[in-house]
């Protein structure tokens, strides 16, 4: 699978400001974990800024070492998420909304779904940037029941597992009754609710798992060939959530592309590691390291 326009060598004299600016509102007291694997996820394919929103109670606790990261702290509920009052499309310091002068926004890791968070998303799905959605973003969508979701003026990417995709079909009215059961016979059901999705809701939906599904808004199906047990851990999704919104930031205008390559992508490092150490024992953080060289091999 040839990605080169996605990934092809850099111009001697770039700099930072060439390769995007991806905002990822995420992260939760109890759940910052995930915020942060984002976070380096995105770096480590990439991207040449990476500011992370989270809440004000959360930024207390953000280890010392991870000083690439810029940071935008918000108002916390006292479950320590976000209370909702400051967000994204409201007015910072300099007249201008928060997310202005970035590329791409990526939302739902560790956010938890609370009112506050449920608030955050749908200002949100307001914004004119590409915007990727996953885990507690996808759960916060689902409890307001895909409002705002259908008609953005911007791409939306919704990276749900099973779980997550079963609750977004409980609140749509386009796949009534049961769902699809595991095992790998049931691909053909997947893939046609994917597409139907998809097409209903004119987003990009990867739909995560073995052999991945990806869907266009226009209904094209890409399947994707990489991955095995080894990266049933946590964590992996949030990884992948940071470098989607790397690629898309790096190349807004190949996004189709580079949704599937940063698929393509992790899958394959997650193959290069099990071949040489087998099918358990790998962990998120593995696979973020292993990034830059899988490039370099790749392209």
Not at 34 to 63: H, N, Q
Request: contains cysteine.
């Amino acid at each position: 699978m040839n990605f080169l326009k996605i990934l092809k060598p850099r111009k001697k004299d770039s700099h930072k400001g060439d390769y995007g600016h991806v905002l990822i509102v995420a992260g939760s007291v109890g759940k910052l974990g995930a915020a942060l694997m984002t976070c380096r996820a995105a770096l480590r394919t990439g991207s040449g800024l990476v500011t992370l929103a989270l809440p004000d109670k959360a930024f207390k606790k953000i280890p010392k070492n991870l000083l690439e990261v810029m940071y935008l702290p918000l108002p916390s509920d006292k479950n320590g998420e976000f209370s909702g009052d400051g967000d994204m499309v409201s007015l910072s310091n300099h007249g201008r909304p928060k997310y202005k002068d970035k590329t791409v926004i990526a939302v739902g890791p560790g956010m938890g779904t609370g009112p506050g968070s449920r608030k955050i998303v749908q200002s949100l799905l307001k914004t004119d940037l590409p915007l990727v959605i996953d885990a507690d973003g996808l759960n916060c969508l689902a409890l307001e029941k895909l409002k705002g979701l259908k008609g953005r003026r911007a791409p939306t990417i919704l990276t749900p597992h099973p779980g997550e995709m079963i609750r977004l079909l409980s609140v749509s009215p386009l796949v009534p009754g049961t769902f699809w059961p595991k095992g790998t016979r049931y691909q053909k059901p997947k893939v046609d609710r994917t597409r139907q999705f998809a097409k209903k809701y004119g987003v990009h939906l990867v739909l995560k798992g073995y052999r991945t599904v990806i869907a266009s808004p226009e209904g094209k199906i890409s399947i994707n060939p990489t991955g095995n047990p080894a990266m049933a851990t946590a964590g992996m999704g949030d990884v992948l959530t940071g470098m989607i919104a790397s690629l898309i930031g790096q190349d807004p205008f190949s996004l189709g592309s580079a949704i599937r390559a940063a698929v393509y992508l992790h899958g394959l490092i997650g193959d290069r590691w099990a071949a040489r150490h087998g099918d358990r024992g790998m962990m998120a953080g593995d696979l973020i390291e292993g990034i830059p060289d899988a490039i370099r091999h790749w392209v």
